[in-house]
T-cell receptor, first 114, second 116 residues
């Protein structure tokens, strides 16, 4: 069974700081994808970034990047130059919740302080 | 290209009534997923459907809940005889046929069910 663990229920940083959200997972698959989703107060689920497990290079999307450690089954999200609009719940996800569906972690509530 | 469309966005039902939530996947997507999010929790997988087929319903309660994705029209999640514990956000997601986009699924904006 797939498991996804986010050990930080809540984090708070000042605007413009860099913050790292942690995620560990367990899977028996060898080739898979990993995802970070953002859920702002509007509650919409927005894909932030994804990583292909067979690629050694860490994925980057503007201010968002990941630190993917396949052997350690770790997939952390780094947000640089944080902005007030980054305030949201962040969920790490791994395919496995039903065919091609996803298994989600419990989320990290990130608060960006002005 | 419209995203995943869900309606209604908000639904209030009295205990014992039925709730029907609709989801139209993104154009070109043939896979639909339903997830439930209870307050202060992450999303939990309920059911995965393709057109006219339920592929995996392992996350859906055995009683009162059903889902369909007919040949024509939206996918529908149906909850009969609702109870207060059914109050939650229900998210629909869709994806293209397997392998064509790296398993990325795209979410709708959710339907909030409140049972009073």
């Amino acid at each position: 069974a797939q498991t996804v663990t986010q050990s930080q229920p809540e984090m708070s940083v000042q605007e413009a700081e860099t913050v790292t959200l942690s995620c560990t997972y367990d899977t028996s698959e060898n080739n898979y994808y990993l995802f970070w989703y953002k859920q702002p107060p509007s509650r919409q689920m927005i894909l932030v970034i994804r990583q292909e497990a067979y690629k050694q290079q860490n994925a980057t999307e503007n201010r968002f990047s990941v630190n993917f450690q396949k052997a350690a089954k770790s997939f952390s999200l780094k947000i640089s130059d944080s902005q007030l609009g980054d305030t949201a719940m962040y969920f790490c996800a791994l395919p496995g919740g039903g065919a091609d569906g996803l298994t989600f972690g419990k989320g990290t509530h990130l608060i960006i302080q002005p | 290209n419209a995203g995943v469309m869900q309606n209604p966005r908000h639904l209030v039902r009295r205990r014992g009534q039925e709730a029907r939530l609709r989801c139209s996947p993104m154009k070109g997507h043939s896979h639909v997923y339903w997830y439930r999010q209870l307050p202060e929790e992450g999303l939990k997988f309920m059911v995965y459907l393709q057109k006219e087929n339920i592929i995996d319903e392992s996350g859906m309660p055995k009683e009162r809940f059903s889902a369909e994705f007919p040949k024509e029209g939206p996918s529908i999640l149906r909850i009969q005889q609702v109870v207060r514990g059914d109050s939650a956000a229900y998210f629909c997601a869709s994806s293209p046929p397997t392998g064509s986009s790296g398993n990325t699924i795209y979410f709708g904006e959710g339907s909030w069910l409140t049972v009073v």
